[in-house]
């Protein structure tokens, strides 16, 4: 991920790229890196199924409502050998479909695209499914998250059982 971008001229390649390798971050276990991808102000939410699709974590309930330092107190914890629910951690696959730009403006881009999620732990496999939106920035040539939104298609977690992973 060296290539400088240019504010305004990002492409859906670029943008494509980048969240294949936030996603490869991910199933790699690389937790830090995927930190180090958020600007100083980024945001990781993950709101309870059923929440409107603006709904703001000031006033509803979010299953992840994480900003800069709750991220990396988050990519902390589940280093850990002492975070039980992810140690031995779980190995998941990331799929990411149908990335559109939503809008351009100077030094940012609004991306959604649908994921898939595929979660194997103790002989048990479970299948997040959902939409990411992604408010990209570019930072000093390169893109940076500022918010990530992972709304679930799911109505309930309830056979999903926790959301220990990072989607």
């Known amino acids: 991920m060296n290539n400088s971008i240019l504010a305004g001229t990002v492409s859906r390649t ?3 790229n980048f969240l294949y390798h936030e996603a490869q971050l991910l199933d790699d276990w690389n937790l830090r890196d ?3 991808l958020f600007t100083p102000d980024g945001s990781y939410f993950v709101p ?5 699709e603006n709904a703001s974590p000031t006033d509803t309930l979010f299953y992840v409502a994480d900003d800069r330092f709750r991220i990396g107190e988050r990519v902390a914890r589940l280093m850990k050998k002492g975070a039980h629910a992810e ?4 190995r998941t696959r ?3 479909m149908n990335v559109r730009i939503e809008s351009r403006a100077e030094g940012e881009v609004i991306v959604q695209s649908s994921f898939m999620v595929h979660r194997s732990k103790d002989s048990a496999s479970s299948m997040y499914v959902g939409h990411y939106r992604h408010c990209l920035a570019v930072v ?4 940076k998250i500022r ?3 992972c709304t679930l298609d799911t109505d309930t977690l309830r ?8 989607l």
């Open 14 to 16: 670029e943008v494509e």
């Open 34 to 36: 995927w930190e180090a």
């Open 48 to 52: 309870t199924t059923g929440a409107p």
């Open 87 to 90: 140690y031995p951690r779980s």
């Open 94 to 96: 990331h799929m990411i």
């Open 140 to 143: 000093d040539g390169q893109l």
């Open 147 to 149: 918010e990530k939104r």
């Open 159 to 166: 056979p999903l059982g926790r959301i220990s992973i990072v």
